[in-house]
């Protein structure tokens, strides 16, 4: 029976009349609604209530504003857990993160959650760096802005050695010392390239000192551009700026990504560039279903062109958005946010928040003013092996600071104490002459254009300059017309009259090892491939060039274990390539030690944590540094910066800071302590406790393997007094 306005019944006759059904109509079974998502994973007992209204969002612009330890990357797995189990498929999902590392981590972590077959699926989800997904996609469309499929990518030595040589032709390189060295051009190309603004700009607003060479600068860029794409090359920065160009002027590519990609999550957003900002914005420009998580707080690489803006105009880009922010902090005690978030909130350009710890309470930060940094040096020595005491041991120890030569005192003392430790560097290891000469071969190989790779690969056989490397490589480029490349000119007998005589018998080596490398049974095997280089006298070229010859040859033996996982060629050097840039291990000084306490700048820290965490310098036009004080956002970053260097700390922080410095004309000058410090509570509601040093008797000293106890700093915890035995 069904029931019209007036609530009167009808029979089925009536109402079909009323309803103006015909007497023949078909029927039709509705199913009722569809059923709810079951969900295998238990997402309330799992997150805390700021992380599930994150997770169970709805689709759309969503802005995650993370603070330091608050559980960000566990938010951003079960996202991508719960899109999956809501029957998104895989490949519609894109995770962009800031390493290849954590974006496998995070999908293993997807997959252990899912289980099963979904769980056997998530390895589809498209995840990876910027750069990465950028290589990807330029893989498939490079033909459209004129490069081939094949192109090659240029590492940061690649690209100075070939600025060097536009420099050279143009003639600048006689200029003499005024002229800028290649690697400082290619600093103001990348910058104009990842913050989109003119090289004029960028040389007259952060290297002043280059205006009148403006026109030079530009040639020289003009010029390596284009011997880039004569040679089928791009370095770091085109493959970001490409990419863009494609999703920005080609439609097809823009609605194939943007349309695909039907969810588009984005770690450390606070980190990204101009150019990145673009990508991510028109990767959602179809169904709007971006997601970006950061932490405005820890936005502290400006010097690499990051765009504070990203995120600070996220909501203006995307006005519908929903803002969510991740409070609980799961890493430092309540003692050390309340000093975090005092400092935090003197600055005016930010999402206001506030961290609250789940953890038990511990000691006060400790400020400690030290006479001069050699007595800083000793306080922070004679603490860490207190602490190593009181079970803190010393790879649970870092010393911060903000450049890395306010660690030279420090280093000195550490050595005269015996304590091990380590500095975290940049050097990366695929920037190694060794992996470099290897490599050439192969590049050289898969690209023929290649001139960077062939002159490397040339240059190594004895008797043979750079002089003889650009003669051959002009001769074999006039050739490829007729043999075809000009790899397959090489191998020709009469390029070895190109050669001088002494460097004949390596040249004719070169070729029996590149038609070796060539036939069939090397073809798209790179491992075997890097073995034959080595094996075909690249070993005893090590052996005679290096001292840590047997350490190098090992290295290149790894190089070829890695080059195990790759059938094919091209996606090896690819995947090289990019972790030239991003992945590079760090390099660590003072010796492999079983334990050994940390030295690093605070923008290497971002991102770890330790039990105990000291920051020295605080002093004013240190740190901050004193170039921060003419920009309007450069304060701001500095104390952003020592937020993250306070966050890194998880029980207990010390902020040293010298009192009295030697000037470089030999006195002495008094300095201020860093305004970060200054700006802080005082009296009783300071976040802080105050440690006082005082010297005892000079015979006093502490060594390391003294039988002696050392003396205390926390002597009496009623008393802002400490002692420390002097040296």
């Not at 910027?130 to 498939?140: G, M």
């Not at 913050?195 to 600068?217: C, G, K, M, N």
Request: proline letters at 4%; aromatic letters at 8%; hydrophobic letters at 40%.
């Amino acid at each position: 029976m069904i029931r019209d306005d007036r609530n009167a019944l009808f029979n089925e006759e009536t109402a079909r009349a009323v309803l103006f059904f015909p007497m023949s109509t078909r029927r039709y079974k509705l199913r009722g609604r569809a059923p709810l998502p079951s969900f295998k994973i238990d997402y309330c007992k799992a997150l805390n209530p700021e992380q599930l209204a994150v997770v169970e969002a709805q689709n759309g612009p969503l802005l995650v504003i993370a603070g330091a330890g608050s559980g960000k990357t566990r938010a951003l797995v079960y996202r991508v857990a719960r899109l999956l189990e809501s029957g998104v498929k895989p490949r519609e999902i894109l995770l962009l993160t800031f390493t290849n590392k954590a974006a496998r981590q995070m999908l293993t972590r997807v997959e252990e959650l899912v289980g099963g077959e979904l769980g056997a699926q998530a390895s589809r989800v498209q995840g990876g760096t910027f750069h990465s997904v950028a290589n990807r996609t330029l893989r498939e469309h490079a033909q459209l802005l004129g490069y081939g499929e094949r192109f090659g990518i240029m590492d940061m030595g690649d690209a100075s050695d070939l600025m060097k040589a536009c420099m050279a032709e143009l003639g600048f390189s006689s200029l003499g010392r005024r002229f800028p060295r290649s690697d400082v051009v290619l600093r103001l190309l990348s910058m104009a390239i990842n913050t989109q603004t003119p090289i004029a700009d960028v040389i007259a607003d952060r290297h002043p000192r280059f205006i009148s060479l403006t026109e030079e600068i530009l040639k020289a860029a003009g010029r390596y551009v284009e011997r880039k794409v004569s040679m089928d090359l791009m370095d770091f920065d085109d493959l970001l700026m490409n990419w863009r160009i494609l999703l920005a002027d080609h439609e097809q590519v823009r609605s194939a990504q943007s349309g695909g990609f039907r969810h588009v999550l984005v770690d450390e957003y606070q980190d990204t560039n101009r150019l990145q900002g673009d990508i991510v914005d028109s990767l959602s420009s179809v169904h709007g279903n971006i997601m970006v998580v950061g932490d405005d707080a820890q936005s502290i690489y400006s010097f690499r062109g990051a765009h504070f803006a990203n995120i600070l105009g996220f909501p203006d880009r995307h006005p519908s958005c929903q803002v969510f922010h991740l409070t609980a902090n799961y890493r430092s005690t309540p003692e050390i946010l309340e000093l975090a978030n005092h400092s935090i909130s003197n600055n005016t350009r930010q999402f206001h928040k506030n961290l609250k710890s789940v953890r038990g309470s511990g000691p006060k930060p400790a400020l400690i003013p030290c006479q001069d940094v050699y007595q800083q040096a000793e306080l922070v020595c004679q603490r860490l092996l207190e602490l190593r005491d009181e079970g803190v041991g010393l790879d649970d120890a870092a010393i911060l600071y903000r450049a890395h030569y306010h660690s030279m005192e420090l280093q000195l003392e550490l050595s005269r104490r015996g304590i091990p430790f380590v500095v975290r560097s940049g050097l990366r290891f695929f920037e190694h002459a060794h992996i470099k000469d290897v490599l050439a071969h192969l590049r050289f190989l898969h690209n023929p254009l290649d001139e960077l790779a062939f002159k490397r690969m040339v240059g190594l056989r004895q008797g043979i300059g750079s002089a003889t490397a650009d003669r051959l490589w002009s001769w074999a480029q006039a050739r490829s017309a007729t043999s075809g490349t000009p790899l397959k000119a090489l191998l020709r007998k009469e390029a070895l009259l190109e050669a001088p005589s002494r460097g004949r018998s390596g040249l004719e080596q070169l070729q029996s090892l590149l038609r070796e490398l060539s036939s069939a049974s090397f073809e798209d095997a790179p491992a075997a491939q890097i073995r034959e280089v080595l094996e075909a006298g690249y070993a005893e070229q090590v052996r005679s060039r290096w001292l840590n010859a047997e350490s190098r040859i090992e290295d290149i033996l790894q190089l070829a274990d890695f080059a195990e996982q790759y059938e094919e060629l091209g996606a090896f050097l690819a995947e090289v390539g990019l972790l030239t840039e991003l992945e590079g291990e760090d390099i660590v000084e003072g010796g492999e030690q079983d334990e050994a306490v940390t030295l690093s700048s605070i923008h290497k820290a971002k991102g770890l944590e330790w039990r105990a965490v000291f920051v020295i310098w605080l002093a004013d036009g240190r740190f901050p540094v004193a170039s921060s004080y003419k920009d309007p956002g450069g304060l701001e970053e500095e104390r952003r910066l020592f937020y993250v260097a306070s966050t890194r700390a998880k029980d207990e922080l010390y902020l040293c800071h010298p009192i009295m410095h030697a000037a470089r004309d030999g006195e002495r000058i008094v300095m201020k302590a860093s305004p970060f410090l200054e700006e802080l509570p005082s009296g009783s509601e300071s976040p802080y406790e105050k440690w006082l040093i005082d010297l005892e008797d000079e015979d006093v000293s502490l060594e390391l393997n003294s039988n002696e106890p050392a003396t205390s700093l926390r002597e009496a915890p009623d008393q802002a007094q400490r002692k420390l035995g002097s040296k």
